[in-house]
């Protein structure tokens, strides 16, 4: 026994009586993703720029903050503050806004505009603390952080373009008038 319908045009009478939505979740994991990629990208480019520079720890030197010493107190900013500000800062200037993920220029613009801020943030910091940080490592650390964010972004771009063809998830959903 079914109950006899009103005849329609395929489009719903109203909004709220909607049994199923069909909602596009493929930005969730991809995402989640792009915070695990940034959050390597940014301590490989700490890990590298400790590694090649001598300089790199020399405003941690003659620090003490009770529980953390020299070389603590620069592997605790270098690996875990930086990267989690870092990280904070992305989010913030809308790298992972669903709206420009794998589409424009716009995504590496956001990136971009985010490092400067970065390196605002740290250079204000070390003023206000009187850390006699070296401009070499700041530079060193941002600049390969970046080329480090943009060659992941670059890379995950390219991941979500093949999963677009094969499967057809991944896509933006939109009405062209």
Not at 73 to 89: N, R
Not at 125 to 140: D, E, I, P, Q, Y
């Given at each position: 026994w079914q109950q006899e319908q009103p005849p329609s045009n395929g489009v719903p009478r109203s909004a709220w009586n909607r049994t199923h939505k069909r909602l596009s979740r493929w930005h969730r994991p991809y995402?989640?993703?792009?915070?695990?990629?940034?959050?390597?990208?940014?301590?490989?480019?700490?890990?590298?720029?400790?590694?090649?520079?001598?300089?790199?720890?020399?405003?941690f030197r003659d620090k003490d903050w009770g529980f953390l010493h020299d070389a603590g107190?620069?592997?605790?900013?270098?690996?875990?503050?930086?990267?989690?500000?870092?990280?904070?800062?992305l989010w913030a200037n809308g790298t992972y806004d669903r709206r420009y993920l794998g589409l424009g220029s716009e995504e590496f613009k956001r990136i971009v505009r985010?490092?400067?801020?970065?390196?605002?943030?740290?250079?204000?910091?070390?003023?206000?603390?009187?850390?006699?940080?070296?401009?070499?490592?700041?530079?060193?650390?941002?600049?390969?952080?970046?080329?480090?964010?943009?060659?992941d972004r670059v890379v995950a771009r390219q991941v979500l373009h093949i999963a677009r063809r094969r499967t057809g998830?991944?896509?933006?959903?939109?009405?062209?008038v």
């Open positions: 995402t989640m993703m792009l915070v695990v990629l940034d959050l390597l990208a940014v301590l490989a480019a700490s890990w590298l720029t400790a590694a090649v520079l001598e300089k790199a720890k020399t405003g107190l620069f592997s605790f900013f270098a690996y875990v503050v930086l990267p989690l500000g870092w990280l904070i800062l985010c490092s400067v801020t970065v390196v605002a943030c740290v250079s204000l910091l070390a003023f206000a603390t009187k850390t006699t940080l070296s401009r070499g490592t700041v530079a060193m650390v941002s600049l390969s952080a970046l080329i480090f964010l943009l060659l998830h991944g896509a933006h959903r939109m009405i062209l």
